[in-house]
């Protein structure tokens, strides 16, 4: 490739297309200079990586973002967006209790994308997952009319059981890590066409999931755990039917903080709504027995109880959506 | 979901769309009596699957395929284009000399898309996954404007050390296992408007790599070895620069199949130019050194020589283009 190729006359670098570098010049720009982590044994290049499962186990999973459904360009920056593929992914695996070893990334965009979009999300994707101890192992790029996004995130269960959504028993303590209603703030307030405050609409731009708490929480001898991506009640939901029990929160034991309590007053809006219906800050919960001195940074806000399968706000249904479905079914 | 709710009066259930029957429903359908390999240690249902990785490593890649570019649904029926996703990944898996243990699929579609092609495109992951011995244990599905289905294959290297595409030394013989030019020859057929003959449109709609001969090519000593995605003479391109050798095919040692040279005798084509450009057979090509006993089904077809990092036919430049490539650089 000549550089008159990347630099049209009058133009720059930044208005070079997807389709006028090619598909492998793309994956050396967006590979080169990386520092993998130890656990990739055999990085980018070949047909597949080789990474490090110490315990003879590898956690997995993928996860799919979409252009204008899960992200818009004009509201987040492509890095924002490489951020947030790759934390909702990372924060599935903390939600095992396991640490993330490494993602692979799928692409679909159109031949037109900016070549320097691309390595904004490359370098998000790089930034989301060395912050979790993970390296971005390989991946594929097709064209596509619009941006997808499917990253797939892996994970070592450092010798421990994975801990599931399934292990939750009556008399357990419900507890959360991280942050809850930040994305869902920060989403209100772009949707009335403001910018800040900067803490909530970068919260939606790209999470902060408490990956380490993951593992902690695990080796503390959590029963069940689960990321929320779509919702506190929609995601405890899914808890309460794979174990069978009723969980109830306590909304007094939610403490609002300042910001949310702030904008919520200014949008008209109730900020434990927020904190109980929204998705995408991959805080994780968890359940733990009654006796369980719970890790630092965990705050208990609810308990389990016998009973069909529900989810229980202060001891009655909560009222109103409780989350994101993609596909809305009946 | 009520029976009247995916049976529409007077409809049959072939009509009803994804957001009719919700995410969670989809997933239920496509995930529920499917029986997993031994590997799966914790499949489908939880924020991440568990999957065995006995030597302490695990192989692992992704790949995308775009409706309208990978595959076209009035060409293929949905469980060809599953089965293709599949074999793409798990090809190369078995490039690296690895057996493949698992799937993770991203689908991206649009909400319109009638279940059952959804459920067809998951047998036919499924059905791919297990001829390989691997299961599908995870995905996620997101509403798009065009089906993009990106798919993540894992395997076991079974204590070996991967095959890489770096290992091809002066004097080793080249040789090839599995079809190649039938989907280039499909796709020509397919082209002209015309359905047979059925083994090449088929080869064209779903390849059939040959899994195990990547880990017999390893057990026996192979030095390279790369899955033949885009073309002969293209991918082999990548194992000249990797391996930095010229790498010699001789036309003669390619025995034309009868198909092949039936079709092409139709269509005024030249077969060899098939075999050697056409792409998603998903062929393994390796090098041996050579006093290696080629494993069966493997055929030697050239050699390595010194030199400026090329691939050779009969020891010159192929004229034409040597492949497909996606986004065409200069």
Chains 1, 2 share one sequence.
Not at 100 to 105: G, K, N, Q, S, Y
């Amino acid at each position: 490739m000549s550089p008159s190729a990347i630099t049209p006359p009058g133009g720059s670098e930044a208005s070079v297309s997807l389709s006028e570098v090619g598909e492998f010049a793309l994956i050396a720009r967006v590979t080169t200079d990386r520092r993998q982590p130890a656990s990739t044994l055999l990085g980018p290049g070949d047909d597949a990586a080789v990474v490090a499962a110490p315990d003879g186990r590898v956690v997995a999973c993928t996860d799919v973002l979409v252009q204008g459904v899960h992200f818009r360009l004009d509201w987040s920056t492509p890095e924002q967006v490489g951020r947030k593929a790759a934390a909702a992914n990372l924060a599935d695996v903390a939600a095992m209790g396991a640490v993330p070893t490494a993602l692979l990334v799928g692409l679909a965009c159109p031949p037109s994308t900016p070549v320097d979009q691309l390595e904004a999300l490359a370098d998000g994707l790089w930034a989301e997952a060395s912050s979790a101890g993970a390296g971005v192992v390989g991946g594929d790029v097709a064209s596509a009319s619009t941006i997808v996004v499917s990253v797939t995130a892996l994970g070592s269960l450092q010798g421990r059981e994975p801990v599931t959504r399934s292990g939750a028993r009556p008399g357990d303590v419900i507890a959360f890590a991280g942050r809850l209603g930040f994305s869902a703030a920060g989403l209100a307030v772009l949707g009335r066409g403001f910018r800040s405050p900067a803490a909530l609409v970068n919260a939606h731009r790209s999470p902060e999931p408490p990956y380490a708490a993951g593992p902690q929480a695990a080796a503390a001898g959590a029963t069940s755990m689960i990321d929320v991506s779509d919702g506190l009640l929609a995601d405890l939901a899914h808890v309460a039917r794979a174990s069978d029990v009723v969980l109830d929160l306590r909304s007094a034991a939610f403490t609002v903080p300042d910001k949310l309590s702030e904008i919520a007053g200014a949008l008209g809006a109730d900020p434990l709504e927020w904190i109980l219906t929204g998705g995408e800050d991959h805080a994780l919960v968890a359940t733990f027995g009654a006796d369980t001195v719970l890790p630092e940074g965990w705050t208990a806000v609810g308990h389990v109880t016998d009973g069909a399968p529900q989810v229980l706000v202060d001891g009655v249904p909560h009222e109103g959506p409780a989350g994101w479905e993609h596909f809305h079914g009946p």
